[in-house]
């Protein structure tokens, strides 16, 4: 049984580096949104031509900059897509541990019964503890994974305007100096 739960402390010393990589992602993740964030409020200011001053007579130099604004925006939601692939990486990593956390007590010759489950070693928790511990903390960071996802969908989706229609909307009102 003492072999069984280094075994699991191993485990959990894995868990650790995947929460402290959660916890980076999550930063970085922040940081992308708000990025993407802050090009999309310029893009208003972008559009208004009596933002360029003495920078009007430039040839093509809204469509410049607006051009440059939508390929890093582009490029910004293309890193929050691999931040969140990575989040996603983690809860499989997780959930490979807790297949392997239960195989671990079926592997042996004989499965241990469920007093020796709960028995503990002086200070040490038990091995349903530790079991249900992993359990516990694979099923968070999934569930924050599928709220991740399901904010990914709404970036994917909102607003789900062809891209050439976009371009259409700013050729009109460039074209016809509304702004």
């Not at 980076?24 to 993407?36: D, G």
């Not at 360029?52 to 430039?58: A, E, F, M, Q």
């Not at 489950?117 to 999934?142: A, F, N, W, Y």
Request: proline share 2%.
């Amino acid at each position: 049984m003492e072999g069984i739960l280094k075994k699991y402390q191993q485990k959990f010393k894995k868990v650790r580096e995947e929460m402290d990589n959660w916890e980076n992602l999550q930063s970085r993740l922040i940081s992308q949104f708000s990025n993407a964030s802050s090009i999309i409020q310029r893009l208003q200011v972008i559009g208004d031509k009596k933002n360029y001053g003495n920078l009007k007579g430039v040839d093509g130099i809204e469509d410049a900059v607006l051009q440059k604004q939508m390929e890093s925006l582009e490029n910004n939601l293309l890193s929050m897509k691999n931040t969140m692939e990575e989040f996603h990486k983690i809860v499989l990593s997780l959930e490979k541990m807790v297949r392997d956390s239960k195989q671990l007590l079926g592997g042996g010759s004989r499965q241990p019964s469920t007093k020796q489950l709960q028995q503990r070693m002086g200070i040490k928790p038990s091995i349903s503890d530790c079991l249900d511990g992993l359990v516990i903390l694979q099923e968070m960071h999934k569930s924050d994974s599928n709220d991740l996802g399901a904010l990914r969908q709404l970036l994917v989706d909102q607003p789900n305007i062809p891209r050439d229609e976009v371009q259409f909307i700013f050729d009109i009102i460039f074209a016809e100096n509304i702004c």
